[in-house]
T-cell receptor, first 113, second 111 residues
Framework: DGGITQSPKYLFRKEGQNVTLSCEQN?????MYWYRQDPGQGLRLIYY???????QKGDIAEGYSVSREKKESFPLTVTSAQKNPTAFYLC????????????FGPGTRLTVL | DAKTTQPPSMDCAEGRAANLPCNHS???????VYWYRQIHSQGPQYIIH???NNETNEMASLIITEDRKSSTLILPHATLRDTAVYYC????????????FGPGTSLSVIP
């Protein structure tokens, strides 16, 4: 079955540590996205990637970094520079950049202690 | 910029139809209406989309007014598993404009 996976589902880190969230898709989609969701809020775009080796900042990129070395993978690193990292992080993909329906992963809930 | 407005919350009795409204008064002629939903602690899930005709699939029906300034998502027989946040989004189908997920409508299906 094709889909998009994120791991782990829950992640705890100490303040000041960098942490990398995994996102993998086997849908053969070119575009991938990272969103952040805070309680009771909509989704806010962190980074997005149109193709391999290309990515662009979204609305709230500060304190985050990404890479896109493979089509299937789009990991997100939450750095110590991110002031409020505790949130629910969602990865998504679509056939083309902003084209068609976006397919979402199950999300990773990051808690920084 | 918010292109849609939705009520923040709604209740629906189990087994009854849930009608979720969305206003998109500034919609342009080539913009589609998309609906997603997000069950607690999961990623959003695509439900349905339409341009101007009413649409129906196995999950829901979408009714778009003739002037296209508003629409209603209908879940014909709501179940407890339909409790979720429902997002209404308008966008051009092949646009390079980013998809904006607003706060949506939190639907509670009550036994």
């Amino acid at each position: 079955d094709g889909g998009i996976t994120q791991s782990p589902k829950y992640l705890f880190r100490k303040e000041g540590q960098n942490v990398t969230l995994s996102c993998e898709q086997n849908l053969n989609h070119d575009a991938m996205y990272w969103y952040r969701q805070d309680p009771g809020q909509g989704l806010r775009l962190i980074y997005y990637s149109q193709i391999v080796n290309d990515f662009q900042k979204g609305d709230i990129a500060e304190g985050y970094s990404v890479s896109r070395e493979k089509k299937e993978s789009f990991p997100l690193t939450v750095t110590s520079a991110q002031k409020n990292p505790t949130a629910f992080y969602l990865c998504a993909s679509s056939p083309g950049l902003w084209m068609g329906e976006q397919f979402f992963g199950p999300g990773t809930r990051l808690t920084v202690l | 910029d918010a292109k849609t407005t939705q009520p923040p919350s709604m209740d629906c009795a189990e087994g009854r139809a849930a009608n979720l409204p969305c206003n998109h008064s500034t919609i342009s002629g080539n913009e589609y209406v998309y609906w997603y939903r997000q069950i607690h602690s999961q990623g959003p899930q695509y439900i349905i989309h339409g341009l101007k005709n009413n649409e129906t699939n196995e999950m829901a029906s979408l009714i778009i007014t003739e002037d296209r300034k508003s629409s209603t998502l209908i879940l014909p027989h709501a179940t407890l598993r339909d409790t979720a946040v429902y997002y209404c989004i308008v966008r051009v189908k092949t646009s390079y404009d980013k998809v904006i997920f607003g706060p949506g409508t939190s639907l509670s299906v009550i036994p």
